[in-house]
């Protein structure tokens, strides 16, 4: 008979934990949109600009002074696809480029070569200008 009370009490306990859930799912929650309010959107950039990996924002501004309209749509639609959840990689400088380069943007890049010269790095075009001094 202990087992029998035992169980009636469990049931019980069982039920009003039901009851309390379904009286608390009935409730009006709070309106989330507070919670939004306070949160400042962001501008397609700055969305973007939270996916840029190594160099990209280099190849970025880059773009952005020699094609300002057209990197600004490009942008656009990239921050867009972030968004919505369908980009959700991080962008590095090569695959930055090579986005703009598919869409008709030919960004130029300053690119620079350093070689090893006594130990130190120096740029090509120091040694080849060392070189040349060296011939004289």
């Excluded at 009370?5 to 709070?30: C, D, F, G, V, W």
């Excluded at 942008?75 to 590095?92: H, K, V």
Aim: charged letters at 30%; proline letters at 4%; hydrophobic letters at 30%.
């Amino acid at each position: 008979m202990s087992e029998d009370s035992e169980l009636e009490r469990l049931k019980a306990k069982r039920l009003a934990e039901m009851q309390k859930n379904i009286s608390t799912q009935n409730q009006p929650k709070p309106e989330p949109t507070e919670q939004k309010q306070e949160k400042p959107t962001l501008t397609p950039r700055e969305i973007v600009a939270t996916k840029l990996g190594f160099r990209a924002d280099e190849v970025l501004q880059n773009a952005e002074a020699q094609f300002p309209n057209e990197t600004k749509a490009v942008i656009g639609q990239l921050a867009q696809l972030i968004s919505t959840g369908e980009f959700d990689e991080t962008i590095d400088g090569g695959q930055l480029l090579s986005l703009f380069r598919t869409v008709g943007l030919n960004v130029r890049m300053n690119t620079k070569i350093n070689v090893e010269q006594d130990g130190k790095f120096v740029s090509l075009s120091e040694k080849l200008h060392n070189k040349k001094s060296e011939e004289q």
